[in-house]
């Protein structure tokens, strides 16, 4: 057996806790007697169609050690063997796609962890500078002054609390768009890893095809005709890899775009 690492991870939970202080909005909580909503059930769909696809590839890995043995004894049948696998990765990569996968570059990789990391760190500035949430008993300390004078502290207690308001909305907002550019980027790292997991597939496959060319001699190699259909398979999933769209991930239960 070949060692594998983890296919498919689950990403970073999109659902938020509110800062302290305020309450989750009617559009975070669960709607309707704790059914489920439409895009949480269109959510779990995909997700439960990733991890199929993800358990696909795992499968065709798995079974290397067994083609190699077959390359040795009969390369006439493992080259079929290998047109079958690479038949089953093209159908791992269509199912992955198909349930909103990105076959995510290095680049969109790198700038979507730029963007959580600068989100998080803005986010923490904002929390770090909230000032301590006033009292509406403030008055409560001249209740020997006069009128006036308890009617100055508690325009001062108005306008500390209203600074507060303020300062804690734009730490809430921050903190929020955070959560969901870390979760873009838990995501995104999710379909990278499915698309490396492919490809270190697509080369156990291939190296078993070198393998069986060497061996042309071999009075079980396979014809032509073998390889021309052993090769059709191959092109194909080389043009699914390829044309699998790129870019940031969808959170469908977000509601918003990372970046507003």
């Known amino acids: 057996m070949i060692s594998l690492t983890p296919v498919l991870t689950q990403p970073p939970p999109f659902?938020?806790?509110?800062?302290?202080g305020k309450a989750a909005s009617a559009g975070e909580a669960s709607p309707g007697f704790g059914l489920p909503s439409l895009s949480d059930?269109?959510?779990?769909?995909?997700s439960m169609k990733k991890e199929m696809a993800a358990k696909k590839v795992q499968a065709v890995r798995e079974r290397r050690d067994a083609l190699m043995l077959m390359v040795r004894?009969?390369?006439?049948?493992?080259?079929?063997?290998?047109?079958?696998?690479?038949?089953?990765?093209?159908?791992?990569?269509?199912?992955?796609?198909?349930?909103?996968?990105?076959n995510v570059t290095d680049g969109e990789m790198a700038m979507m962890r730029r963007d959580a990391k600068d989100a998080r760190e803005a986010a923490d500035g904002a929390l770090k500078d909230l000032p301590a949430e006033p009292k509406d008993a403030g008055a409560e300390a001249v209740e020997a002054e006069p009128?006036?004078?308890?009617?100055?502290?508690?325009?001062?207690?108005?306008?500390?609390?209203?600074?507060y308001v303020a300062a804690f909305e734009?730490?809430?907002?921050?903190?929020?768009?955070?959560?969901?550019?870390?979760?873009?980027?838990g995501a995104a790292m999710n379909d990278q890893g499915f698309f490396q997991q492919v490809k270190m597939a697509m080369g156990e496959l291939k190296e078993a095809r070198d393998k069986i060319k060497a061996d042309w001699a071999?009075?079980?190699?396979p014809?032509?005709?073998?390889?021309?259909?052993?090769?059709?398979?191959?092109?194909?999933?080389?043009?699914?890899?390829?044309f699998a769209p790129t870019g940031m991930p969808e959170l469908a239960s977000s509601g918003a775009s990372v970046k507003a």
Not at 15 to 20: A, D, G
């Open 73 to 102: 004894i009969d390369p006439k049948a493992a080259l079929k063997m290998t047109a079958e696998l690479t038949k089953e990765l093209k159908a791992a990569v269509t199912d992955y796609v198909d349930a909103a996968g990105k």
């Open 170 to 185: 734009i730490a809430d907002r921050r903190d929020e768009k955070a959560d969901r550019a870390e979760a873009v980027y």
């Open 41 to 46: 059930m269109r959510d779990a769909q995909q």
């Open 223 to 242: 014809d032509k005709d073998d390889w021309k259909a052993a090769d059709k398979e191959m092109a194909e999933l080389e043009k699914a890899i390829d």
């Open 147 to 163: 009128e006036a004078e308890t009617t100055k502290v508690d325009a001062g207690v108005k306008r500390a609390q209203a600074a």
């Open 15 to 20: 659902w938020r806790t509110p800062l302290q």
């Open 218 to 221: 071999n009075p079980r190699s």
